[in-house]
């Protein structure tokens, strides 16, 4: 037999194979591949490992917020006691809240504390990342320093700022009773919309770091070329920021309001220390209300009702900065209009 | 060189454990020779946990201490006491009460057992056995205990809050003797406005001060929230009266009282700055303590006695119940039983220096109410006091009407001027109603 050393791959040129040479192995042919099970196929697909790598965080998810949530809008539709459970009623609670007086006063107040808060907020908290944007000395500290007012725990500043607003033992009457400008103490909390002020400023003392060390981030992602161009080309001071910087800090803007506000929406802990919802009603929020109608007056179902009625507004919230603020088409890749 | 060494700890601790066994040695046998013939015997391995409230007298709190000993040392059973402060005694109840653990027993506020009456204990046998041994239970404890025929708590103690006084000051503006009338204790806080001591009642979220001086006024002038069928009939014109008598008190008022919560009286008055308010006895052991000038100027009196001609005045009750899901129910009625034992009780009234009243009649000889004539207003007060809910039940319901300061927000709209009278009224008429549904 020939055994002709065969040039090339390719099987092309078969004419000259001979018998013996197909009988060789051949490099041509392919191996019969052995078709994968679905079971070997399902352990390397990114989805289905995505779901188990998720999976921990999801039950976590589930049992400390759906799960309470759940339960909560559930007890709204029932009388419940603490103590004992409770019947189906149906939309009993919300029909007796739409009628209270103190229900409707507790949602102006919220709505009035967390708009006029959240504003200032953001405007002196943007104010003060603009300033902490400047090259200053000791920058580190004074950043930190800024951040304080946000870490101190709430309870405490709520109890210090108690106690300046006392109405009979308050520093800032007592100073300015001294100073000659006042005669008689100051009703911090105990008159209506001294009150209001009062915890309106001490929410705003709180969280104006929160807004401001994280718009602090936003601004340190703005290219300076940009800026340098701007300045090329004349731009004033307010027309960079107009222009430049506003525009890109929108997508941060967004985040962080969001969050400032669904967090003034539900404070409890500062209205709480400071007046428990006092004077007559008049600062309590709904978180506030609910608490004192579910656990201290025992009527769970009308405490959960009113919790439950804070969802529209958040969700209102949620989507006026989700659809305001991030629409525009550059933020999602197409260009700017 | 350090003095906490180990030797010296050690000889120490033994030197108190001796003083410690010295005074107490007679306590410690009558608990002995106690917890042989009483008729609850606790369990085997029994441990129990307390929340009780936090005390307002610290001497208190060591008698109530010394007292848990004692019973730790006679019986073997264990007892852990955790505190909070009494308006938070409630909500964890409330909580264990929903999730069925927590601790064994529980000492708090009120109508705390009625919140949730299938949750406590029934302690009949022990009431009874008290109630007999010790002279009888007072009328509004009867009504406290109760939850239709059985007693589903122990009421251990009230705490009364009457009127504090300065003397001199009400003297120089011409009241030698407190008013005992509605309208001589109007001119009283006038002339004392005028001369520039006011005083004040609390007037917001404060659940002792406000619930205690609003449901005088309501009551002391003829309104009612309820009437025995728990029916609403807050909507009358003695309401009305007492809402106008609380507006004119309210303008002989220091400023700033529609903040106050429980401790703002005291501290407004131990600084002077009022001359009279409603408070428990804890202005005047403060002010023995840290005021002495303010305790000898200062007395207690009775609340002013309004159109019925019999007191009409509201005090707080702290009865013991012990939860259905505890594991020891033998421990805890024998617990129960040994602290209202005249050798248990009598030395702990006494420490609270005329705080907590008793309210089983045979304690009204305890030497602490005659030691300082200022303390003796207070013990009368389990007599003196309605129930929580008036004439109404005295359940979940009026707990709940306490609790959400129906009555408070109604004299507080309208002193403020925050609502009209019909207003006031309306609201608190219609949240009443919803509650006794």
Redesign the interface.
Known sequence: MDARPKAGHDGGEDTELVMADIALKSPGVRQPVPEATSWQRLKVNREWLSFWFMLPAAAFLLLFLVYPLGLGVWLSFTDA????TGVFIGLENYE?LW????FWLSVFNTLLYTSVASVIKFAVGLYLALLLNERLPFKAVIRALVLIPFIVPTVLSAIAFWWLF????SIISWSLRKMGLIT??I??????WN?RWSVIFANIWRGIPFVAITLLAGLQTVSPSLYEAATIDGATNWQRFRYITYPLLTPIIAVVMTFSVLFTFTDFQLIWVM????????THLMATLSY??A?????LGEGAAISTAMIPFLLAAILVSWFGLQRRKWQQGGDND | MNPFTRRALVKGGTALGAAAALSGPALLDWAKAWAQNAQWKPEKDAKLSMLRWKYFVQAEDDAFVKLINAFTQATGVKVDISRESYEDVQPKASVAANTGTGPDLFWGLYSLPHLFPQKCMNVTDVAEYLGKKYGGWVESAVKYGHDGNKWICVPICYSGALMNYRLEASKKAGFSKFPDKLDAFLEYTKAMKAQGTPGGFALGHASGDANSWVHWCLWSNGGESVDKDDKVIINSPETAKALDYAKALYGNMIQGTAAWNDSSNNKAFLAGEISWTNNGISIYVAAQNSAKQIAEDMDHAYFPVGVSGKPTELHLMYPILAMTYTKYPQACKALMAFMLEADNFNPWIQSAKGYLTHCLNAYDSNPVWTADPKATPFRDVAKRTRTAGGLGSVGEKAATAIADFVIVDMFANYCTGREDAKGSIAIAERQLKRIYR
């Open positions: 006691r603490i103590g004992r007796w009628g209270d007086s103190t006392d109405p009979q033992f008689v103490n009703n911090f909390l105990g008159d209506f009150a007046t428990r919802g006092g004077p007559v009603n008049a004192q109608r656990i201290l007056g025992g009527q």
